[in-house]
C-alpha cells in the first residue's frame, strides 16, 4: 500500500514539472542559414542553440568554390549572380514543414553590400505570408543588414522584416540570446 501511494506521488509530481518546466525549445521558430565559408554558419548554429530554434542550412546544389567566391573577378560565379537582381542559384534541399514556422531568422554573409542572391532563391521558395523573417549577417566591414532588409521586404511583402544586424564572428550566444529575444 504505502509502495503504491509513493508511485502515485511520483507520478502526480512528475505530471506537475513536466507542465509547469518551461520548454527551452522555440518550437515555432526556424533559423536558416546560407554560409559560403563557414562564417555565418558558427553564429546561426550559436544562434539556433541559444533561443532553441530548428537550423536549417541553405546548401547550394552546385557548392561555391574559391573561385566563384573572387569578387576582384567580374566573371566569376558570385560577381555575375550578383550583377543579375533576378538571378536564383538553385538550393539543394527545401525545409519540411515551413507552415508551423511563425519567426525565421535569415543569416547570410553580406555580398555586395546586401544578402547573396540564394538569399533570395530561399525568400521566393516558401508561402512567408504573416510570418516574421529577421536578417542577421556577418561580413567584412560592411555594418548593417539594412539593403538586405529593403531587398527581402520587396520579395516577400506580406512578412514582417524588422533591419536585423550584422554581427561578428565571435559574437556571444548571450549577445545573440538578448538581440533575438526581441521576437520570440
Ligand atoms: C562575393 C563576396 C562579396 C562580398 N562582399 C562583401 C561586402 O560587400 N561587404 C563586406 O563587408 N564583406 C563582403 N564580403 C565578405 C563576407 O561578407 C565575409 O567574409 C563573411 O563573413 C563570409 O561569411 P561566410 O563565411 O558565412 O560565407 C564578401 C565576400 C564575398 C565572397
Known amino acids: 500500500m504505502k509502495k503504491l501511494i509513493l508511485l502515485a506521488i511520483i507520478l502526480v509530481v512528475g505530471i506537475c514539472l513536466f507542465f509547469l518546466i518551461p520548454s527551452h525549445k522555440n518550437s515555432n521558430t526556424l533559423v536558416a542559414y546560407f554560409s559560403a565559408t563557414g562564417n555565418t554558419k558558427a553564429v546561426a548554429e550559436r544562434l539556433a542553440t541559444a533561443i532553441g530554434a530548428d537550423l536549417f542550412e541553405i546548401k547550394p546544389e552546385q557548392l561555391y568554390t574559391t573561385e566563384d567566391l573572387n569578387w576582384r573577378d567580374d566573371k566569376s560565379r558570385s560577381s555575375v549572380e550578383m550583377a543579375n537582381k533576378d538571378s536564383r542559384p538553385a538550393i539543394a534541399d527545401k525545409v519540411t514543414g515551413m507552415e508551423k514556422y511563425k519567426t525565421i531568422f535569415i543569416g547570410f554573409p553580406i555580398w555586395w553590400g546586401r544578402e547573396p542572391s540564394i538569399v533570395d532563391t530561399f525568400v521566393t521558395s516558401y508561402d512567408l505570408v504573416d510570418k516574421t523573417m529577421i536578417p542577421f549577417a556577418t561580413s567584412g566591414s560592411t555594418p548593417s543588414t539594412e539593403e538586405a532588409a529593403i531587398?527581402?521586404?520587396?520579395?516577400?511583402?506580406?512578412?514582417?522584416?524588422?533591419?536585423?544586424?550584422r554581427f561578428p564572428v565571435d559574437v556571444t550566444a548571450e549577445e545573440l540570446k538578448t538581440w533575438a529575444g526581441e521576437w520570440l
Open 151 to 165: 531587398r527581402l521586404r520587396l520579395l516577400a511583402p506580406n512578412t514582417s522584416v524588422p533591419n536585423g544586424a
